[in-house]
């Protein structure tokens, strides 16, 4: 049995690190950008996945940080790497196949898990311009399965992004625009799509024929409706298996006294 | 070409023109040419184009200070020091600069055709996303879509005729008239060696037409060639060069020193405003030449930046919480 | 993927089956993995689908054995020890074999698109050749251009739509069953590094689906992981490995030895009939293995090969007149 | 004034080195295959442009090779370079327009420069295959201009080649397969052409606008008809400038002291 920790032993950060972790699986490959994914990654290399690859898209194939990385382009990624290269190889290698799993973030999410990066409000007369797409639409085009990580809002969890930056599973077919699948739009380039969206409230799921997200676990204190409520789509939560795995104490040992000491990316809970 | 190819840091910031086209090296916070950066803002340079893999701190200086007219490119930011570009965010918002998005591998193969002399490049990246909404051509709304710098069409879509492998589009070869580098070393033929992750910068030199590479040190070009291996860029490839200790500070260079986190932080936090902007410019660009901003941030802050010749980064680096 | 990669010379042979689609680490005669070569022999393999940006040696003698049902390339020959492909010439000759012929970048081209996961690369070169003539589509002519190793099309003609560029060839990616590396050093988990020109190795390991490397030594990992920046390709894009020092014998290895230029003009000298090569294969290949080929090598032959560690190259080789 | 050799004191490969040396220019970027182009660039390096650049295909870039090596994939192209990669590198350098120059060789050669080493015969039913294209139609695709070098049979100077391998003037428009200047063809990429012949007979040069070639100088001791009866097409000799500059004894030293001082590409002479 896992020694799993007390509610007043973890913090909403450690949650979402270890729910995160739990979807990486022993020998993949795994595209990673910095923060908060990163520590969940490193802390499946240090529990059920000590095999997995890192790639990082500013060029370094298979790194082994001895300590957090800043950002991907960082002298860090590279210590005990197996090569350091360029984007092109990172991207390269990305669309011919080898991603099997990409962590993402976004600032809006919709029923299809198109997410939103890059404004907030009319592409054309934005109310906030934010930093763009960045890797995020080819990470999540290419790998075979991709998880996002929000912060659960009601105005982040929308019908419809006001700008898909990454595809989901039912996307805009262009010149027009309608939506279709993304199996259909992909071709052979299909490989999966957003698997998760682990927020600060559950963990979401999608169903891959009708395309639309549901709700999979509760976190801790939450309960279906109460989420459902959080949304602004009518979110299924038919399927809600239960409450999301809770960290264990090992596991809140490696990410305070191993991977993040200092707190930059998940802060030590103070609940005294 | 010739073969003293030494210019100063003004010279170099002269070479570039209102107007042109430009492209750098690096990785978001890392490796920019920063001293060029504000040598460009000093020099009060209007309308520049930006094509970039990824924009950074660099490009938010240079949006700051009214430098730019159109950026194309897929990010911009501080990374952990600063969540947004909030320069360029604010000039979207008053339309006082072009953005054209592409995807950040878009922008990669974008960069790889140009370097390969292809007028573009195929790929099955960001299908069905508004990066590919016609709609917003930002370039093609404003009438400039000329077929020199600027492509006839921000995309193509069509389908793999060999494989059957479906939808495709293309995206137009990256062509710009300067990039401007900064590494570790640099001959002085110019052959480059830069060590750890290249990012992009191979394919940024090809795709210009004139480069310019800033180095930390000039070093005997027999040196480099000991090991032809190991360099990055051919001598042949690059037109100028510069020696520039520290001259990507506050973005880091591998092998070297860190990022300057406090000092990009400041950056972000002071210059959501123009005024902001304008006040920090005042404080760390106008009226000083690189010697004097080096000494105004004095040597126990470079120090502490200042990497551990075995790991290849700062061991004293305060890399900041949230 | 295991993380116990190492396997046998003759398990590598047999990972490649009757009908395989292959391509081979190297350039003409240099790095060539002749000792996995010499086993296909020795096991008879029929019927296999070489691609490869060139080739070279390697190919006669497969050519010339009988294992080769399709060649695409562009060259086949031994360099200054013979001036052509003498079994490929032969076997064209008599129809037992299709070519299907590109050019060298164009054949460069379809490997970076393959390694790049796209489905095609446009390209300028060639144009108003043969190369493009559509009479000449061999695969298609033999009813082959099935969309999945072979292409559906030969080339495609299209124009630039972005910058008026005018006519181009679209060129289909390689894609490849096998790729079989001859390197000087492998980790044990798989990262190579190349010394000296990599030629197309890079993209000939990420067109295919799995990837041999053979390597004069097995390395620990962790001394290649200290110089991430100077190896050649990462770990993860490799299957197998195996040690074979002087596995690329009789070409040659950058920094080890050169190549055998006797041992290849005494084999393009036998090797222009049928039993001139059958004769040349009982000699050489038949009934030995590794270590009895390289004993009947023996050591004054290899030592005189054995390049001096500072120029990379042996300072005794007897290049050979005309 | 240059201390020319006497005619018993050089070869016809010595001829021909010396000619195709002339046709390099300070500061070019040559692209070099092997054998006695190599001797030749060599010479122009050592002789009056002493910064041209190599570039070999298989991946180095500015090497500067101490001896001869045997091929473009020899460890010995290396010395010396500004940098080792591969031949996507060579080849992409190319298509961008670094190249000023290129050295190739052919079994045949038409009235527009188009040259074969494909096969001789019908390509269907070849008489005899040869070695394939290898770079050759890249290289004259890319360059600024191109020197073809080229033993003279009558054989092999033809109307048209049986298989155009590297394109001349004139070539042929797929799919139709009409003939149309080169220019119309290539579009951007139209940076010029075949700039020389040097034949074991004489040099011959191209009208840009016709196509055609033309002799422009004939190797001492052969006239112009001569020349033309040695060609299968109607050579323009109406240009002739004269006879072919002869080897200096300071580049015939070079070649046999410095360059190829085992005589592999170039044989002494020995006419005692």
């Known amino acids: ?106 600032a809006e999410v919709d029923q299809y898990g198109n997410v939103n990066t890059t404004c907030i409000g009319d592409y054309l007369n934005p109310e906030l311009r934010l930093t763009g797409s960045g890797g995020n639409p080819d990470i999540n085009s290419f790998a075979g399965r991709t998880v996002f990580i929000m912060v659960h809002e009601k105005r982040r969890f929308v019908e419809n992004v006001s700008y898909i930056t990454s595809p989901g599973w039912r996307v805009k077919k262009w010149p027009g625009g309608e939506f279709v699948h993304r199996r259909e739009l992909y071709g052979a380039a299909f490989r999966g799509g957003p698997s998760a969206v682990i927020s600060t409230a559950g963990v979401f799921r999608f169903d891959e024929e009708s395309g639309l997200m549901y709700l999979d676990t509760c976190h801790p204190g939450k309960n279906p409706e109460e989420i459902r409520g959080m949304c602004r789509f009518d979110l299924d939560i038919s399927r809600v298996k239960g409450e999301t795995e809770v960290p264990t104490r090992e596991e809140l040992r490696i990410i305070h006294e191993v991977l993040d000491p200092d707190g930059i990316f998940i802060p030590r809970v103070n609940k005294a | 070409m010739s073969n003293n190819k030494r210019i100063t840091l003004q010279q170099a910031a002269e070479i570039i023109k209102n107007g042109s086209t430009l492209t750098f090296s690096g990785f978001t916070i890392w490796r920019r040419p920063m001293a060029i950066i504000y040598e460009l803002i000093r020099q009060q340079r209007t309308g520049l184009h930006l094509i970039e893999v990824n924009g950074g701190s660099h490009t938010e200086f240079l949006v700051g200070a009214g430098c730019v007219g159109i950026w194309e490119s897929c990010w911009v930011g501080h990374e952990l020091y600063g969540k947004y570009g909030a320069n360029l965010s604010r000039k979207v918002g008053s339309k006082e600069i072009i953005v054209e998005d592409y995807s950040h591998a878009e922008m990669m193969f974008r960069f790889a055709a140009g370097a390969a002399g292809a007028p573009y490049a195929a790929t099955q990246s960001s299908l069905g996303t508004d990066l590919h909404n016609p709609e917003y051509d930002m370039l093609g709304r404003a009438g400039l879509r000329d077929g020199k710098r600027i492509p006839r069409h921000k995309y193509v879509f069509t389908e793999d005729p060999f494989y059957d492998a479906g939808s495709l589009v293309l995206v137009p070869a990256a062509k710009v008239d300067i990039a401007v580098i900064c590494v570790q070393q640099v001959g002085e033929e110019g052959t480059v060696r830069v060590n750890g992750q290249y990012y992009s910068d191979p394919e940024a030199v090809r795709t210009a037409d004139i480069t310019i590479v800033m180095a930390e040190e000039i070093v005997p070009e027999e040196y480099l060639r000991r090991n032809a291996d190991q360099n990055t860029i051919a001598g042949f490839e690059v037109n100028h060069i510069l020696e520039c200790p520290f001259g990507a500070h506050p973005t880091g260079m591998f092998g070297r020193y860190d990022v300057d986190g406090a000092f990009l932080k400041d950056f972000y936090g002071r210059t959501r405003s123009q005024e902001g902007f304008d006040d920090f410019a005042r404080e760390w660009i106008h009226g000083h030449d690189q010697m004097s901003y080096l000494e105004k941030l004095g040597w126990p802050r470079m120090l502490g930046l200042k990497a551990n010749t075995a790991l290849n980064y700062s061991s004293r680096t305060k890399k900041g919480g949230k």
Do not use: W
């Open chain 1, 1 to 106: 049995m896992s020694d799993y920790a007390l509610p007043e032993e973890y913090g909403l950060a450690d949650l979402l690190c270890c729910a995160a972790s739990r979807e990486v699986q022993e020998n993949e490959i795994v595209f990673a950008g910095t923060g908060l994914p990163m520590v969940a990654i490193m802390l499946a290399q240090k529990t059920h996945a000590p095999n997995l690859k890192l790639i990082f898209e500013a060029g370094t194939l298979d790194g082994r940080p001895p300590e957090l990385p800043t950002s991907v382009g960082d002298a860090r990624c590279e210590m005990g790497a197996s090569r350091s290269s360029g984007l092109y190889d990172a991207f390269s290698i990305a669309q011919r196949g080898y991603v099997d799993l990409g962590f993402l973030g976004g």
